[in-house]
């Protein structure tokens, strides 16, 4: 069993940056490849960025490539989302997500286990 608690959401104004931050519970959190979603309000729940266990190896969603970084730290059990150059689009709740190895990186019913997330407001 995994548990994922996000935070650093919050408001922040158009080109300003946030750092999420998902802390897990578990043993076995170096052997889960990690994700970051998002959902706004009316849409679907879009993968946003992901990091593989094995190699750390990042993954990206084309809107948020060169703006948004992610990164673990295994002796921590926590996954980061760094996000700079942030836009009113970006506004969305925002989610971790771990995965066993394997599966498509933006399909969400690739991912065990989820977050309950956190609110990123992006005011223009």
């Known amino acids: 069993q995994v548990q994922l608690v996000e935070s650093g959401g919050g408001l922040v104004q158009a080109g300003g940056s946030l750092r999420l931050s998902c802390a897990t519970s578990g043993r076995t959190f170096s052997t889960y490849s990690m994700g970051w979603f998002r959902q706004a309000p009316g849409k679907e729940r879009e993968f946003v960025a992901g990091i593989s266990w094995i190699n750390e190896r990042p993954y990206y969603a084309d809107s948020v490539k060169g703006r948004f970084t992610i990164s673990r730290d295994n002796a921590k059990n926590t996954v980061y989302l760094q996000m700079n150059s942030l836009k009113s689009e970006d506004t969305a709740v925002y989610y971790c997500?771990?995965?066993?190895?394997?599966?498509?990186?933006?399909?969400?019913?690739?991912?065990?286990?989820w977050g309950q997330g956190t609110q990123v407001t992006v005011s223009s």
């Open positions: 997500a771990a995965k066993r190895p394997g599966g498509n990186w933006y399909d969400v019913s690739a991912y065990d286990y």
